[in-house]
């Protein structure tokens, strides 16, 4: 089971006995394994790839230990970081093999001793979310308890799940990287995407004029945020934001990378702050590391503000900002200021199928997989 504190190789996924069950399940081997305890369900990646190389696999139940929580999954979001974390490119990933899905929905369904004198905080049958970064993709998940936070009433788990990784991204990239004003500009790429619709609600909450750079067949979503679509394939990204705002943006908001940072910087006004936050167009690490030495010193000698952000940088290192900010926008969400377009929908255990479609490129807004 991924019993997972963050460590990058989750010790019961990477044990035998549990590869064993999950292969004894899939027809693998032959072996049969008597003693096998209950079991639970769970989409795991066994090599790198894509998506077609996912299985369904059944794994044995295992009690949560100490201070943690055993929490059965009622939805999972799934986003482009997953592509990387199949391709085998991302930093945060453990080891092969694992239970992929980055953020869940759930309910409490067993508690681990306390660890020291207090209580865990949280009770049997609670709705609770959490960042998980792999092993959402699965009917159980274990967990230490410091990961998760109540899900208010009012919020569904379908809808919990779609606004952990975007709306905390794109909140803290706006709030606590760019520090936007109200009146200000501000261009984001990627813009019909999971973080993307999250970024235009959240920037014309906080008062700012949008531009989104989407592909013409996307246009209508980016139009109904607000926001002024571009079309980023008719032509360099700067000379059509300059083309509507001719001093340039105070603010872009990046999820593209690679070659796209420079005209990125290039939209700009001088003294104007770019965020790079994704990695669509830079794949390998030299393509990254150019796009970090763009994002941090081009920007600078071209007279703007460069900065890079990562949600699991950020909340390894600590976890208080992810804590603060996610009751905020469970709250714009329970008010219905927020809406996370949930455009698909598929069952827990098709993972694959909806990491195949959101491959496609066809995706708007957010793809959440559903159980029960
Ligand atoms: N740093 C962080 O903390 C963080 C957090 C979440 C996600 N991310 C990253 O942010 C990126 C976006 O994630 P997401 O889940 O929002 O993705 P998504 O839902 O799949 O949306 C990506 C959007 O970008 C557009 N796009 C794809 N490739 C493009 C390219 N080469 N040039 C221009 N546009 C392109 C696509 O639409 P059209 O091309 O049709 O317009 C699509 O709507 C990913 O790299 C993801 O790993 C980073």
Redesign the pocket.
Known sequence: MDSGKWSRSPRSLSTPESLRAAQIRTGKTKLVDNRMAATYRAVMLTKKGGPAVLQVVELPIEPPGPGQLRVRVCAAGV???DL?LLAGNYRYAPKIPFVPGYEVAGVVEAIGAAIGPGATGFEVGQRVAALTVFGGFAELLVRGAEHFLPIPSGVSHRDAAAVI??YV?AWQMIHRVAKVQAGQTALV????????TAALQLLRLAGVKTYG???A??HAIVRSLGATPID?RAGPIDRLTRALEPAGVDCVFD???GA?IGPCIGALRRGGTLVG?????APGRLAQLAMFANIFLGARLRGRRGKF????MLYRKDPGPLHEDLPKIFALLAEKKIDPLVTRTFPLLEARQALEF?AT?A??G?IVLTNG
């Open positions: 986003g482009s970081t990387i990784l975007n991204t790429t990627g813009a019909a995407g999971g973080v993307g750079a989407a592909s067949p996307k980023y999820a593209i990378g796209n936050f994704g990695f669509l167009s952000y990562g949600i699991t959101l490129g995706a708007e957010k």
